[in-house]
């Protein structure tokens, strides 16, 4: 079935230091990609997204690349900044079949606490 | 701010109590899902409706069963809690077409002693 796995536990750079935060998926069909982002006592938000193969989600100088022939879609920032403090949970969508609409699978999470 | 509500936000009970969270939307969303986060799982899918009385089940559904007799209300009911069943639940709609993107309501805090 499908499946997403990410960096697991907790990230700890220091502000400025650049990030990967790792994602790989399994799936048999051609999905979405996703980064969702939660902070404290709140529910997760679209953090950016990857339609198709070779797509590039941007937003709040993160980037991540949606590669199918590694089926990866790191999550990357060439200097983070403490703001950036959240969960991050890596997310794929299959398509559906007849008139159900795919669904929506998440990784494990990772938790970004940026030092000062 | 997609207009969703839940409640409660937070709720202590004891094992074998029915329990009954209720997910409201304002904007009409056909699409609306229920998930739950625990440490060390992240967000696993518990059941989902694409319309009023049309349902489905997740990854995780036992235990669990939902209802939606209108469009803007999504009800997940634990018929007799388990202390497994503590956990954050987050209900989601579908926002427009195109890309399955979710947005998240606050979520419902859930104590099962």
């Known amino acids: 079935g499908d499946s997403v796995v990410q960096t697991e536990g907790q990230v700890l750079p220091s502000e400025g230091d650049s990030l990967i935060v790792n994602c790989s998926y399994e799936?048999?069909?051609?999905?979405?990609l996703f980064w969702y982002v939660q902070y404290p006592g709140e529910g997760p938000q679209l953090h950016l997204k990857?339609?198709?193969?070779?797509d590039k989600g941007r937003n709040k100088g993160f980037e991540a690349m949606y590669r199918k022939e590694t089926t990866s879609f790191h999550l990357e920032k060439d200097s983070v900044q403490e703001s950036d403090s959240a969960v991050y949970f890596c997310?794929?969508?299959?398509?559906?079949?007849?008139?159900?609409?795919?669904?929506?699978?998440f990784g494990r999470g990772t938790q970004l606490t940026v030092w000062p | 701010d997609a207009g969703i509500t839940q409640s409660p936000r937070h709720k202590v009970t004891e094992t074998g109590t029915p329990v009954t969270l209720r997910c409201h939307q304002t904007?009409?969303?056909?699409?609306m899902y229920w998930y739950r986060q625990d440490p060390g799982h992240g967000l696993r899918l518990i059941h989902y409706?694409?319309?009023?009385?049309?349902?489905d089940k997740g990854e995780v559904s036992d235990g669990y069963s939902v209802s939606r007799s209108k469009t803007e209300d999504f009800l997940l009911t634990l018929e007799s809690a388990t202390s497994s069943q503590t956990s954050v639940y987050f209900c989601?709609?579908?926002?427009?077409?195109?890309?399955?993107?979710?947005?998240f309501g606050a979520g419902s805090r859930l104590t099962v002693l």
């Open positions: 989601a709609i579908r926002q427009g077409s195109g890309a399955n993107v979710l947005t």
């Open positions: 799936t048999t069909q051609y999905p979405s």
């Open positions: 990857a339609m198709k193969a070779n």
């Open positions: 997310a794929l969508s299959d398509h559906g079949r007849g008139s159900t609409l795919g669904r929506l699978y």
């Open positions: 904007e009409n969303h056909r699409y």
């Open positions: 409706s694409y319309g009023v009385k049309d349902t």
